[in-house]
Structure formats: C-alpha cells, structure tokens
C-alpha cells in the first residue's frame, strides 16, 4: 500500500491552510498520525475472522483516547462520554474495540508509559468492555462516583462559568466581544464565509422559538481535532442570553462520508444528508448529547451545528503525573461507556440486540484474538507514521514550509 498516496487522495479538496495544519499535526508522534488516518487504519484492519463475524452495533468509528470528553449536554448537566461521530457507522463492535485499543498502544509508546503496562490496559479496557455488556445496561458516567482523570475533568467543568470560557476564546474591541483568532484554535474567514454563516444562521433563528438568542455577533475557521482538520469548521459567537457575559459559542461542522464507507460489510440506512448519520448515531450512543446538537444545511451541504465544546476538557495518558491506579481508573471507565453506548443503542435498524451482546461478553476466545491483533495494528501504525514523517520532511505534503525534525 502506498501510504502516502492514500493519505493524499483522501484529504484531496481539504482547506489548504488547515490541511497543512494537519500534516503538521500528524508529523508530531505516531498517536497523533494515528488520529489523523482513520480511513488508512480500516484499509489495514483484517477483513475476516472476528473483524467479520463480530455482533453488529452503532459505533463511534473513530474511537480513541482523546475522542471521549466532558461536556455540557442539552440538559445543562455535565457528562463524560464518547464525543466524536465524524466516522460512526453501523460495524462490528470488534472495529471500535481494535482502534481503541490500538491507541493505548500507540499513545503509550508517545509517553511515559511502560510496554508491560500498555499491554495491561489494553487488556483492562477489553476486560472491562466485556463485563459491562455482560450487565446488559447501558448506565453513564456519574460525578459524584467518577474516578481518576474523568472526576478531574467533571468538577472542573461543573464549576467553569461560561464567561470564563468565553474569556479564553473571545476579546473585546471596545464594548463588543469577538472571537479571538490566533491561528492555533481560529483562523480568519473569508468574507464570502463570514457572509455565508451569517445568512444561514439568520434563516436558522427565523424557525427557532428564540431568533436573538442566534444573532450572529462573530465568525471564525475553527481549527480542531486532528482528522477532521481542513473539513469547512466554524466557531460562531451569538447573542445568546445577552451581551456580554451571556454570549454562547457554537461549532458549525460539515458532515462527510465515514472514513468507514467504504470497507463496511453491511447496508447502512439511507440517511437524507451524512449530517443526519452523524446526529443521529450521536444521539443514540450517548446517554444525553451536547447543546443545540442538531443537522443543518447551509448553501445545500450538511453540517453538524452544536455547542462548542473546549478540546482542554479530553484525556490524555501521562504515567509521570498520572498514579497507576488513575490510568487503570480511567481506562475502565472509557470501556463501560462504550459498551453502554453499544447497548443503548442496541436493536437498531439492524443492530444487535441487548441479549446478542450479553452474550458475545460471555464469551473469553475472542479478546486475546482481539489483543493480539492490535498489537500487530499498533506496530503497522508506527511503520506507516515513519513512511508519512520522511514525505513530509522531503516536503511531499506541503508548498514548502515543511520542516525536518518536527518530531521531538
């Protein structure tokens, strides 16, 4: 496979800008070209045994350590959950469970986490995912019973005001508040973009029971994520509950096809726009969704419109300053909440059921199968990261500003 070819035909039409801001990204660890070629990770999974006849669930698609978060849901609670549905698709629930477990294997060679302990959580994680499907309840993720990284980030988000968010993400221009556009989180639209937002979101407030509460006061290209970097993003800063200090931030997102798309085995249902797969799984999958979440059009192509969501409140592994005990506590945490996503959603328009998954968790000679088979991902992944790194240090992925040695 020629890797960087492949890498190139499927970021073909991206933002330039943001797309070597990617390519940057990737270049910087093996976890991050991780994140960055979803689509080369399925081209590479088995196609058969276990990849193959695994029970059939609504999954994430893209799941990895950083794609689980806290946030604000539509309730104004806070939850900890999976936060990322980019490439989520109808598969076997083995495709959810090989990325993530490959990302702790991959995360852990980036970090100061040991080879033996890395093997140890990902097999907690696969332990853990098959106990609570065992359970066959789908619960969430509780503050007051949080543990380790996940009580952390909870309680700092449960007592963030939404000025002090704003603070960090806004300025001020004499009385008027606008987004901050640093080139690292916001780069500066066009006019034909900030025109564009502008008037689809003057149509969107016409229908809402509230259209202040969405009158636009700024735009910006949201720079976020790592794979979906270069995909049409803005951050856009409204009214809301008043200016100053009530003004709400919103992530306007387009909605491509899965990276998955083309290797699932199985139909999938005929969504109207890919931003209805999107929300839709969303929905399903989490016990309660994100602010505004909702498909939208603008100008006929799909986006996904919610609440803008801080990348600062995601996990990171870090054995230096985080106990043994902390990772363990987290990693079984991330397992349950995908298995609780897996049966909430379970019976769905093809979908296995509740008792199909009970019982797949029953079973023990699928997850070392399932083990061994990451390893052996995890190893392709750092082959094919050293391939990307030395064509983007020969300049192959840019006009010319590329570096060497971007990787510390």
């Known amino acids: 496979m020629d890797v960087v070819r492949r890498i190139q035909a ?28 979803c689509h080369l990770f399925y081209d590479r999974l088995p196609h058969g045994g276990l990849f193959k006849s695994a029970p059939l669930v609504w999954c994430c698609g893209d799941l990895h350590l950083e ?28 495709w959810d469970l090989a990325r993530m477990a490959t990302s702790l294997r991959v995360a852990a060679d980036n970090s100061t986490i040991r080879e033996s302990d890395a093997d140890g ?6 332990e853990s995912y098959a106990a609570a499907l065992c359970l066959g309840k789908a619960y969430w993720v509780e503050r007051d019973t949080a543990e380790g990284l996940v009580r952390l980030l909870l309680d700092r988000l449960r007592t963030r005001g939404r000025t002090d968010f704003l603070n960090t993400r806004t300025h001020f221009k004499g009385k008027k508040r606008l987004l901050r556009v640093d080139g690292t989180k916001a780069l500066p639209p066009s006019e034909g973009q900030r025109a564009a937002v502008i008037d689809f979101m003057t149509a969107f407030a016409r229908a809402q029971p509230r259209p202040a509460f969405y009158r636009v006061l700024d735009v910006a290209r949201r720079v ?116 609780w996503a897996h049966l909430r959603s379970s019976g769905r328009e093809g979908s296995a059921t509740a008792d199909e998954l009970i019982d797949y968790g029953q079973r023990s000679k699928w997850r070392r199968k399932l083990l061994d088979a990451c390893s052996a991902c995890a190893s392709q992944v750092v082959l094919d990261a050293a391939a990307f790194d030395e064509a983007y240090d020969d300049g192959v992925f840019d006009d010319g500003s590329a570096r060497k040695g971007a990787r510390g």
């Open 67 to 94: 794609n689980f978060g806290s946030f604000k849901a539509d309730n104004r609670l806070v939850y900890f959950d999976i936060n990322d549905f980019d490439e989520s698709a109808m598969a076997p629930t083995t």
């Open 224 to 339: 976020a994520g790592t794979g979906s970097l270069g995909v049409e993003r803005y951050a856009i800063l409204v009214e809301g509950k008043g200016s100053p200090d009530g003004n709400y931030l919103l992530d306007l997102k387009q909605a491509l096809p899965s990276a998955l798309a083309l290797r699932l085995p199985m139909p999938q249902p005929l969504w109207p726009t890919e931003a209805h797969r999107v929300v839709t799984i969303q929905r399903r999958l989490q016990a309660v969704s994100p602010a505004f979440l909702q498909p939208v059009l603008m100008a006929e192509v799909a986006y996904v419109l919610r609440a803008l969501q801080p990348l600062e409140d995601r996990v990171t592994l870090n054995a230096a300053t985080q106990s043994q005990l902390s990772l363990e506590q987290t990693i079984r945490t991330m397992a349950r909440i995908v298995a």
């Open 121 to 126: 959580l990902c097999e907690l994680f696969v």
């Open 10 to 37: 499927f970021n073909h039409g991206r933002d330039p800008e943001r797309l070597r801001l990617k390519y940057r990204a990737m270049r910087a660890t093996a976890f991050a070209f991780l994140r960055g070629s």
